[in-house]
Structure formats: structure tokens, C-alpha cells
């Protein structure tokens, strides 16, 4: 029986896990990865203490802070189910069963799919959602990027110092985002931004070799391509938490304290409906969270 159960160790539960650790709680983290999507950022030049800091170098500091403390991580696990039955709240995972007091659910978001033909067949074989994590294999090669907000913007950065030519392409009438990352993507001699577009089917025989696109008019075209990075947004973590209250875009309704509709149970980062989606905001949620889960056990021994 635990106190504590974090759920996810992206910067909302790793910073849950270094403040329940300095509050001697006996807790675990269960996560599929350690950094969320902090490590899947290009270049981060708004986290406060750090004037310039790559993603996946944030992550590693998360990760090395959490680990000073030696909390324990059960790993590469998958939460499928949570219940609070009698005052226990029971956390099924793809490998264990487990039993706590509270409950911090820090699961984060996960990349949007196309839906288009072909997605699914060309997944890891030319086609990815990480941008941080595969650009490298595409050197001096032509890709395209789908999407037009910040993370498609932050990828296609990312990709111009690596790759040939970017095709940028936008479903919406203009690039969305943050207007510094637009006017750089927007500067660059190798980047094509195809605005009213969408993907409607990806091809190739053994790895990707090209798409398909259709404009709002209906006008279809191929671009050759080799490589295809979805970034057309993010859905929450939470099919798991099937018994708490969430908003229509299926994020976890929490208040200011992180509480969610059961007791006990608590929520932070980009998996609830605080608004705006930041690194920094996730960390500080994170770390009421936690405050939140102490003060809950001390009004409940």
C-alpha cells in the first residue's frame, strides 16, 4: 500500500515526484517513458533559468534531479485502469496490479494520427511524430512536416539544419503559432508552406517514397518525399481513467487544487484542462499536485 501513485514522469510528474520525495512520502512512478514530450521539444528558450536548452537536455536534468532523490520508477509499464474502491484506490498496468492512498495522474498527451491511407503501414518506415527523435536519419533528404501550429513549426526548424527541402503542409489558410517560430520557418529557402492542404495518403513500397495532397479546391498532387513528421496536435492520456470527469476534448477537469471528482485522486500538465499547454506550467502544476496529495493524506490518516 502506497501513499502516493504518479502516474507519467514528463515535467509534471517528475517535479510531483521530487516534491513527494521531500515530503518523505512512500510513492512510485509508473511510466512508459521518462520526459514526455519535453524531450520530443527542438530548442526551448522560454523555461525559466535556461536562456537557450534543447528538450531532450531538459529532460535529462528532470530525470537526474528526480533520481537524486532515488525514487522508484517502474518503467517502460502502462497504466490500463484506476478505481477507488472503499477508500483504496486501485492502479491496474499493463504488468502489475497496485494499491495507494492518492493518486497523481501526470500522463500527458500523445501526437494526433492522419487517418490517411497508408499512415499506419508507413509508421517507423519513413513516417513519425518526433521530429527530436528521427530527424537525424533523414539527412540531405526531402520530407514534409503536416501541420501549422507550434509543433509543426518547432519541427520544421529542427529539420532545416538536417534535411534538403521541408514542404510544410497546413490544412488552415495560414500558419498558426508562435509568431517568432512562423517568421523563421517562413524566412527559410528550403521550406515550402502549402497552406489550404491536407494529406490524403501516404505511399512508397518499402519505406516511404511520397504523398498525396489535396487542396481546399479539391486539387490533388504527388510530392516526392522520403520522410513524413505528423504534427497536427495532441489528444490526452486518459483513456485509462474512465470513471473521472473530463472536458469534451477528453482532458481531465481538475480545480485550482488539482483535485478531479474523486477524492484522492489528483491531476496535472498538458493530461488536464488548465489552459495553455507549457513546460514550466506543467512543472509548477506538477508540484501543487503533489502539496495538494500530502495534504489530502495528512487530513486522511
Not at 497552406?195 to 487542396?215: A, H, L, R, W, Y
Amino acid at each position: 500500500m502506497y501513499d502516493l501513485i504518479v502516474i507519467g514522469a514528463g515535467p509534471a510528474g517528475i517535479t510531483a515526484s521530487v516534491y513527494a520525495a521531500r515530503k518523505n512520502m512512500n510513492f512510485i512512478v509508473i511510466t512508459g517513458d521518462i520526459g514526455g514530450q519535453a524531450a520530443w521539444s527542438g530548442n526551448i528558450e522560454n523555461y525559466t533559468g535556461y536562456q537557450f536548452i534543447t528538450g531532450p537536455e531538459l529532460a535529462a536534468k528532470f530525470e537526474e534531479h528526480m533520481r537524486q532523490y532515488g525514487v522508484v520508477v517502474k518503467e517502460n509499464e502502462f497504466v490500463t485502469g484506476i478505481q477507488k474502491t472503499g477508500g483504496i484506490i486501485f492502479v491496474a498496468t499493463n504488468k502489475s496490479k497496485y494499491q495507494a492512498k492518492s493518486v497523481i495522474i501526470a500522463s500527458g498527451k500523445k501526437s494526433k494520427e492522419l487517418n490517411a491511407p497508408g499512415e499506419h503501414e508507413f509508421k517507423n518506415r519513413g513516417l513519425t511524430y518526433c521530429a527530436t527523435c528521427d530527424g537525424p536519419l533523414f539527412g540531405n533528404k526531402n520530407v514534409a512536416v503536416v501541420g501549422g501550429g507550434n509543433s509543426a513549426l518547432d519541427a520544421t526548424l529542427q529539420l532545416i539544419k538536417i534535411v534538403k527541402h521541408v514542404y510544410l503542409i497546413n490544412i488552415n489558410s495560414s500558419l498558426a503559432g508562435d509568431a517568432v517560430m512562423r517568421s523563421k520557418v517562413e524566412a527559410s529557402s528550403i521550406v515550402t508552406v502549402l497552406n489550404n492542404t491536407q494529406v490524403s495518403g501516404v505511399f512508397g513500397e518499402k519505406m516511404v517514397s511520397g504523398i498525396k495532397i489535396k487542396t481546399k479546391n479539391g486539387k490533388e498532387n504527388l510530392i516526392a518525399v522520403e520522410g513524413v513528421f505528423v504534427e497536427i496536435g495532441l489528444v490526452p492520456n486518459a483513456e485509462f481513467a474512465g470513471n473521472i470527469a473530463k472536458n469534451e476534448s477528453g482532458e481531465i477537469k481538475v480545480n485550482y487544487h488539482n483535485e478531479v471528482n474523486i477524492p484522492g485522486i489528483f491531476a496535472a500538465g498538458d493530461v488536464t484542462d488548465v489552459p495553455e499547454k507549457q513546460i514550466v506550467i506543467a512543472a509548477g502544476e506538477g508540484s501543487k499536485a503533489a502539496l495538494s496529495a500530502f495534504r489530502y493524506l495528512m487530513q486522511h490518516r
